[in-house]
C-alpha cells in the first residue's frame, strides 16, 4: 500500500478517501435539510417575540417561555430520544419527529391563545430532541469511520450552526413582509418532503432483541437536565439569584449526580459508565459544549452592542451577522480537510486558539459605525474557527464506537450542544449585566464596557479550553501487527 491518496484519522491512524455514492448524497442532503430546518427554529421567533405577544395575548414578563419552553424539551429530552433510536429504530425515531414537527408548526401557526402557542413550542423542542440525535447517528452509522463521515460531519455542523444565524435573520423578514406565523408555517413543507422520502432513502438499524429501558435513568437524566435549563434560562431572564435559578440549578445538579449513581448499577443502563469514561467522549462533549458557549453567547453580547450601543434595529442588527454565517459554512466545509491533515485534537486546539484570537480583538469595538469593519472580520474568522471546533468535537465524541452505541453517542453530543446554547447567554449576560451595574447603571457607554468585558472572558475560555485538550486528550495507541 503507497503512502499517496491517504490521509490521518481523527487519532492519527492512516485510511484512504473515498467518495460518495448517489444514495449517500440523498440520504445527507435528507439529513440535512431535518437538520438545518430544527436549528433555524431555535431563533426564529426571538425578533418577532414582541409582536407575538401582542397578537397572541402574552404579557411581557411571560414572553420568554415561547424561547424558554422550546429549549427546555429540545435539550431535557435530547438523551433521552438518543438511545430510544439506539432500541426502538432511528428511522422510525427520525420519521415520528419530523410528523411531530409538522403538526406542531400548523398549531403554532394558527395559534390564538398562549396556551395554544406554548404547546406547539414544546411539541416542537420535543421534535427537535427526537429528530436531531436520530438524524445525527443516521448519517453516522450511513457512512463509515473516515473522509466521508468526516465530511459529512462537517456539513452538518456548518449547516446547523448557519440555522442559527439563518432563524434570526428570516425570522426579521418574514415579519417584517408576511406575519410571525409563517415562522411556523415554513417548516410544514419541509417535513413533509421529509417524511415521504425518508422511508425509502433511509435503513432501519436496530437491534434484534429489543434491550430494557433503564426507567429510573432516564427519569433521573431527564427531570435533571430540565431543571438546569430552567435554571440557566432563569438566571438569564432575572439572575442568578433568582429563587428560580438557584433551585433549578441545584435540583438539577443532585439528579444527575443520582442518574450516576444509578448508571453504576443498574443492568442495562440508560449511558453505559464505560462510555462516559472514554477520553475521546468526555472531552470531545466538554469541548462541543464550550464551542456552543462561546459563539452563540458572542452573537448576543454583539446583538447588545448593535441595537443599544450603535442603535441597529432587530433586523438590521440580525442582518449583520450573515458574515459570521458565511464563516460558519466555510468552516463547516473545510474542517474536514483540516483534520484529515492534522487529526482532530489539532484541529479542536488550533480551532479554539484562533477563534480566541478573532474573539479578543472585538474589545477593541467603539461606539461608532467605525467599529462595524472589525467586527465582520472577526465575526467571520471566528465562525470559520469555531466550525472546525464543532466539526472536530462530532469526530472526537462519535469515532471508534460501534453502530449499536452511535445513537447514544449522537444523543449526547446533540446534548452539549443545546445545553451550551442554553448555557452561553445568562453566563455572558451576568458577566455584562455586572460590569454596567458596576459602573453606575445602563447607557451607551457602559453598555460597551460590560459587552467587551464578557467579549474577554468568552476569549478566555477558548484558551483555556484549548489547554486542556491539548493536555488530556491524548491520541488512542494503535495496535501494532503481529509479525508473520
Not at 453504576?264 to 469541548?287: C, E, F, H, M
Not at 453502530?403 to 458577566?431: C, V
Amino acid at each position: 500500500m503507497t503512502s499517496v491518496e491517504q490521509s490521518p484519522t481523527s487519532f492519527g491512524e492512516v485510511r484512504p478517501p473515498t467518495r460518495m455514492t448517489a444514495r449517500q448524497r440523498l440520504v445527507l442532503c435528507l439529513l440535512l435539510s431535518a437538520s438545518f430546518t430544527l436549528a433555524v427554529d431555535f431563533s426564529i421567533l426571538n425578533v418577532a417575540l414582541p409582536q407575538i405577544g401582542a397578537n397572541v395575548g402574552f404579557s411581557l414578563e411571560n414572553l420568554q417561555w415561547i424561547a424558554t419552553a422550546f429549549a427546555l424539551c429540545a435539550a431535557g429530552f435530547t438523551l433521552l430520544f438518543g438511545r430510544f433510536a439506539d432500541l426502538f429504530g432511528r428511522r422510525r425515531v427520525f420519521i415520528a419527529g419530523m410528523v411531530l414537527l409538522g403538526v406542531a408548526s400548523i398549531v403554532g401557526g394558527l395559534a390564538v391563545s398562549p396556551e395554544m402557542l406554548i404547546v406547539a413550542r414544546v411539541a416542537q423542542g420535543l421534535a427537535t430532541a427526537a429528530v436531531t440525535p436520530a438524524a445525527l447517528s443516521l448519517l453516522t452509522t450511513s457512512f463509515p469511520e473516515g473522509p466521508k463521515r468526516d465530511k459529512a460531519l462537517g456539513l452538518n455542523g456548518a449547516l446547523m450552526a448557519a440555522g442559527f444565524t439563518t432563524g434570526a435573520i428570516l425570522g426579521g423578514v418574514l415579519t417584517d413582509l408576511l406575519s410571525w406565523r409563517w415562522a411556523f408555517f415554513i417548516n410544514v413543507p419541509v417535513a413533509v418532503v421529509v417524511v415521504a422520502l425518508a422511508p425509502a432513502l433511509l435503513s432501519e438499524n436496530r437491534p434484534s432483541e429489543r434491550p430494557k429501558l433503564d426507567v429510573p435513568g432516564a427519569l433521573a437524566v431527564t427531570l435533571g437536565l430540565l431543571a438546569i435549563v430552567y435554571g440557566l434560562t432563569e438566571a438569564g431572564a432575572k439572575s442568578w439569584s433568582a429563587p428560580g435559578a438557584v433551585t433549578g440549578l441545584v435540583v438539577g445538579v443532585l439528579l444527575l449526580v443520582a442518574f450516576w449513581m444509578i448508571e453504576r448499577r443498574v443492568a442495562a443502563p440508560l449511558v453505559p459508565v464505560t462510555i462516559l469514561k472514554r477520553r475521546s467522549v468526555g472531552w470531545g462533549n466538554i469541548a462541543g459544549l464550550l464551542a456552543f458557549v462561546t459563539e452563540t453567547s458572542l452573537v448576543f453580547l454583539l446583538t447588545l452592542y448593535l441595537q443599544k450601543v450603535l442603535g441597529y434595529s432587530p433586523l438590521a442588527a440580525g442582518l449583520s451577522f450573515a458574515v459570521l454565517g458565511t464563516g460558519t459554512v466555510i468552516g463547516g466545509v473545510v474542517g474536514p480537510k483540516i483534520i484529515g491533515s492534522v487529526g482532530s485534537k489539532n484541529a479542536v486546539v488550533g480551532g479554539f486558539l484562533v477563534q480566541a484570537a478573532a474573539t479578543v480583538s472585538l474589545v477593541l469595538l467603539e461606539p461608532s459605525t467605525s467599529s462595524m469593519a472589525l467586527l465582520l472580520v472577526a465575526t467571520f474568522v471566528g465562525g470559520v474557527a469555531n466550525l472546525v471546533v464543532i466539526v472536530g468535537f462530532m469526530v472526537t465524541a462519535t469515532s471508534g464506537l460501534p453502530d449499536n452505541e452511535q445513537g447514544l453517542a449522537t444523543g449526547l453530543a446533540t446534548m452539549s450542544q443545546q445545553i451550551g446554547i442554553t448555557m452561553g447567554i445568562p453566563i455572558m449576560s451576568a458577566i455584562a449585566t455586572a460590569r454596567v451595574h458596576a459602573l453606575g447603571g445602563e447607557n451607551a457607554q457602559t453598555v460597551l464596557s460590560g459587552v467587551t468585558t464578557a467579549i474577554f472572558v468568552n476569549a478566555a475560555i477558548c484558551v483555556v479550553m484549548a489547554l486542556l485538550i491539548a493536555v488530556f486528550l491524548q491520541p488512542k495507541r494503535l495496535e501494532q501487527p503481529q509479525a508473520a
